[in-house]
């Protein structure tokens, strides 16, 4: 093996140890992340699934539904009647970050509706905060469920992103010479502009589709 392509398989190797690496830290680091906040997230922020079971436990033992949204807000409200800013508020404060964004307005709203229910047609509060528990497990079910089919997809996705940089280094490792023809004046350079393109195109509307495939998507 001479110097020449000593140095070219030296150049590869370092290349995919980048790759590999890249690939890898956002993984390790969201998971490191993930274990150093959660105990700190879990304590300050039980998450919806608690907020709503201390909701259920104080109308049970005998309290009101609007005492029982001041407790869990922390506060006293001007007024004795539950807004849906008042139940915003509250779940904001109490909500992990994963449960923001659709998450966090539905449960508002089915609060919202179960104090409306109970003011209004005189229904019994402990039922609709049943249900409105039973409805956060459904959802918190369906979000695990779309986080795991769409684990492989992305790293689908990761993989077929490294293709194009893996083919030229192969085509160098085998002495084609793609870098000198992409590089070149004429068709060369043509080439590159068009694949660049394609492939920043490609990347968007892949994003643009996980993104469609959104929990917003999937209640209504």
């Given at each position: 093996?001479?110097?020449?392509?000593?140095?070219?398989?030296?150049a590869?190797m370092?290349?995919?140890?980048?790759?590999?690496?890249?690939?890898?830290?956002g993984?390790v680091a969201?998971?490191?992340?993930?274990?150093?906040?959660?105990?700190?997230?879990?304590s300050?922020r039980?998450?919806?699934?608690?907020?709503?079971?201390s909701?259920?436990?104080?109308?049970?033992?005998?309290?009101?539904?609007v005492?029982?949204?001041e407790?869990?807000?922390?506060?006293r409200?001007?007024?004795?009647e539950?807004?849906p800013?008042?139940?915003?508020?509250?779940?904001?404060s109490?909500c992990l970050?994963?449960?923001?964004g659709?998450?966090?307005?539905?449960?508002?709203?089915?609060?919202?509706?179960?104090?409306?229910l109970?003011?209004?047609?005189?229904?019994?509060?402990?039922?609709g905060?049943?249900?409105v528990?039973?409805m956060q497990?459904r959802w918190a079910?369906?979000?695990?469920?779309?986080?795991k089919?769409f684990?492989?997809?992305?790293?689908t996705?990761?993989l077929?992103?490294t293709l194009p940089?893996?083919?030229?280094?192969?085509g160098?490792?085998m002495?084609?010479r793609?870098?000198?023809?992409?590089?070149?004046?004429?068709?060369?350079i043509?080439?590159?502009?068009?694949?660049a393109?394609?492939y920043v195109?490609?990347?968007v509307?892949?994003?643009?589709?996980?993104?469609?495939?959104?929990?917003?998507?999937?209640?209504?």
């Amino acid at each position: 093996m001479n110097d020449e392509t000593a140095a070219w398989v030296a150049a590869i190797m370092t290349t995919l140890a980048c790759l590999a690496v890249f690939s890898l830290r956002g993984g390790v680091a969201a998971r490191l992340k993930t274990m150093a906040v959660r105990p700190l997230a879990q304590s300050d922020r039980p998450g919806l699934a608690v907020l709503i079971t201390s909701l259920l436990a104080y109308v049970d033992n005998g309290g009101g539904l609007v005492e029982a949204f001041e407790e869990a807000s922390g506060r006293r409200f001007a007024t004795r009647e539950v807004t849906p800013e008042r139940v915003m508020a509250m779940l904001e404060s109490r909500c992990l970050p994963q449960e923001r964004g659709a998450t966090l307005t539905i449960m508002a709203q089915a609060l919202v509706a179960c104090y409306g229910l109970s003011a209004i047609l005189g229904c019994r509060a402990s039922d609709g905060l049943r249900t409105v528990a039973a409805m956060q497990r459904r959802w918190a079910a369906l979000d695990e469920a779309r986080e795991k089919a769409f684990a492989v997809p992305k790293a689908t996705i990761r993989l077929l992103s490294t293709l194009p940089a893996l083919t030229i280094i192969m085509g160098e490792l085998m002495g084609a010479r793609p870098l000198a023809f992409l590089c070149s004046p004429g068709p060369g350079i043509i080439c590159l502009i068009l694949g660049a393109v394609f492939y920043v195109l490609g990347l968007v509307w892949i994003h643009l589709l996980m993104n469609n495939l959104g929990r917003e998507d999937l209640w209504i």
